[in-house]
């Protein structure tokens, strides 16, 4: 069993659809928790950073972690085209500077 | 600040041959970090660096391969007797801890390494 579980799509929804996207883990050490964006033949940049349980809200985005469900989830508002891209949760148990899991991403396509 | 650059950005080889692929962190940043990333999949820690030591290394990571930092500033990543199962992403990242630290790994374009 994978540490970081994501589904790992294709997920299509229309332009302006609010999308969420989920990731499960095992690990209770977890407490960093991050989403990262990357387009095709590109590497990955991060999107949201999240320290312990709780919400963070940037623009459009909102990261959300429940630690006690080891259930973490993104939403995107009003989802533009320019957000297709694979979405990768990530976690790790003592910093975002240190080793890094990765879930194995999920491909978001936003049509027009 | 130009990024984290990678190269070369594509390297096709035969079974067998050593690859070695170089690159360069951000500029002051003393954390470098490898990853591997295979088609539909996340990228999968191998190694890091702080500086010039090596603070954790993958036990996936076999023996074929060593990564280096020799002054704490670019890094290589060879992987001797390639084999094909080492077709992949070879990403590379860097961060910078301390007390102007980035709460944030800064990832390169990634090295596509091919073993025919």
């Known amino acids: 069993q994978k540490e970081v579980e994501q589904d790992p799509g294709p997920l299509s929804v229309p332009e302006g659809a609010i999308v969420s996207l989920n990731c499960t883990y095992s690990n209770s050490a977890f407490q960093y928790f991050m989403w990262y964006r990357q387009y095709s033949r590109k590497g990955p940049e991060l999107l949201m950073y999240t320290y312990s349980s709780g919400n963070k809200e940037d623009g459009r985005f909102t990261a959300q972690v429940d630690k006690s469900s080891k259930y973490i989830s993104l939403f995107i508002r009003d989802s533009q085209p320019s957000d297709s891209a694979t979405y990768l949760c990530a976690m790790s148990a003592y910093s975002s500077a240190s080793k890094i899991i990765f879930g194995s991403g999920t491909r978001l396509s936003i049509r027009p | 600040d130009t990024g984290v650059s990678q190269d070369p950005r594509h390297k096709i080889t035969k079974r067998g041959q050593n690859v070695t692929f170089r690159c360069d962190p951000i500029?002051?940043?003393?954390?470098l970090y490898w990853y591997r990333q295979t088609l539909g999949q996340g990228p999968e820690f191998l190694t890091y660096?702080?500086?010039?030591?090596?603070?954790?290394k993958s036990r996936l990571l076999s023996d074929r391969f060593s990564a280096e930092r020799p002054k704490g500033s670019f890094s290589t990543l060879e992987i001797q007797r390639t084999e094909q199962g080492d077709s992949a992403m070879y990403l590379c990242?860097?961060?910078?801890?301390?007390?102007?630290?980035?709460?944030?790994?800064?990832f390169g374009p990634g090295t596509r390494l091919t073993v025919l």
């Open positions: 990242a860097s961060s910078l801890v301390g007390e102007r630290r980035t709460d944030e790994q800064f």
């Open positions: 500029s002051e940043h003393n954390r």
């Open positions: 660096f702080q500086n010039e030591a090596q603070l954790e």
